[in-house]
């Protein structure tokens, strides 16, 4: 299918993307509760996209599941492990697409995660305002994955805990200075989240983005 097809077919989709820890999952949820949306999110289909996927046409994937937690996490700079980072260089993007494309026209999907990268997605748009990133800044991102209590879910199963924290965490920030430099170019909308903006804030602004 090409991308005129599939933005027609994809008409009824709006997406949330973003950096880790800015609140994509919730807000969607959110949206989908108050509007009769359904969601959809990439978090929850990777591992059937890790599945479905080959060295072939995921070879970053196919290295990065033969590291062990030190080599992913501990062993390289966040510089490496953004560059090689599967989801972050699009493999499995197709796989998005393949779902959203089986589901009905109605009700809208409002699909969200940190893999719906701009340069992608955007081809897909029949109007900007269908997809909206959320940019979180350093100080955020820690402070949500404190509350949910996953700070320290992959870097404790590193030998170097805190080393491997720190590199996680400039790798993240690294990621979403990317997507803001990224939106910018593409003209696409952007929210900077911070500790001032609150829940239900920010998904009245998303609602405004998908409503203008």
Known sequence: MDAAAARARLRHVRWIGGGSGGGKSTLARRLGE??????????DVMGDHARRS????????????????????????PEVMLETFHWFRGEGFGLI???????????????????????????????????VWLLPTPAFRRAAFERRGSLWQIAGRTSDPEAALRNLLRRDELFTERLARRVHELRLPAIEVDATVGEEALTRRIGAVFSA
């Open 54 to 77: 080959t060295a072939a046409d995921a070879p970053l994937l196919a290295a990065f599941a033969a590291m062990d937690m030190d080599e992913r996490w501990l062993l390289r700079p």
């Open 97 to 131: 697409v393949e779902d959203l494309l089986a589901l009905p026209e109605r009700p809208i999907v409002v699909v969200e995660g940190f893999r719906l990268l701009p340069e992608l997605v955007q081809p897909l748009l029949t109007r900007p305002e269908h997809a």
């Open 34 to 43: 108050e509007r009769g949306w359904r969601h959809y999110a990439t978090d």
